[in-house]
């Protein structure tokens, strides 16, 4: 009930294009989903975030949508760029209950657009 | 980088050896947490914190202690070094409880890549 599972592993898309990466979860006591960008070397980044209490979000070309009664959350990269190609991490984790507030991590999705 | 820093940033050791690596913020965080990197693995927690001398276990925390003896500063120690735990290391603050998080919004350090032989 603790894991994120998130697909696909990796993904080539074209300039221009649209990236979709997607995870799912299991926990609904989950009330809070960030994704993350790692580029090589780097830590990851947080890139934007939802609650549940939306359907969606965006942040420039970065959106979240997020479908609470399938228990799935995306994130869409719109006219996708080279300086995309990144590792993209989903997260998630209970908002605001106990003292840990751990965050559960996707296994990750190696992105490369190509130009 | 929500100013925080990892030291050393790189380490080679050997097997069955000591090693100490280093957490430190500037920013008066409350919570903060050591997670390992792998391929196919993701990111997962070791170790955490939720405020001085209150740490607490993580998923793999095997072969690992933590200590925080003041706010700025989250040391993560590996008693005797195995290959198992080469790996790159990341620390991370969380903003859980300042006035303008939206939820559990977590900031990673640079990380330290760590290569037992």
């Known amino acids: 009930q603790q894991q994120v599972k998130q697909s696909p592993q990796s993904l080539i898309v074209q300039k221009g294009g649209i990236s979709i990466i997607n995870c799912a979860y299991e926990n609904t006591a989950f009330d809070y989903f960030p994704w993350y960008q790692q580029f090589p070397g780097k830590g990851p980044a947080l890139l934007i975030a939802?609650?549940?209490?939306?359907s969606e979000k965006k942040e420039g070309r970065f959106t979240i949508s997020f479908n609470k009664s399938a228990k799935q959350f995306s994130l869409h990269i719109m006219d996708s760029q080279p300086g995309d190609s990144a590792t993209y991490f989903c997260a998630a984790t209970p908002g605001n209950g106990g003292a840990t507030n751990k965050l559960i991590f996707g296994t990750g999705t190696l992105l490369a657009v190509q130009p | 980088d929500a100013g925080i820093t990892q030291s050393p940033r790189h380490k080679v050791t050997e097997t069955g050896t000591p090693v100490t690596l280093r957490c430190h913020q500037t920013e008066n965080h409350r919570y903060m947490y050591w997670y390992r990197q792998d391929p196919g693995h993701g990111l997962r927690l070791i170790h955490y914190s939720y405020g001085v001398k209150d740490t607490d276990k993580g998923e793999v925390s095997d072969g690992y202690s933590v200590s925080r003896s003041k706010t700025e500063d989250f040391l993560l120690t590996l008693e005797s070094a195995t290959s198992s735990q080469t790996s790159v290391y990341f620390c991370a603050i969380s903003l859980r409880g300042t006035i303008n998080a939206l939820g559990n919004e977590q900031f990673f350090g640079p990380g330290t890549r760590l290569t037992v032989l």
């Open positions: 939802i609650r549940p209490d939306v």
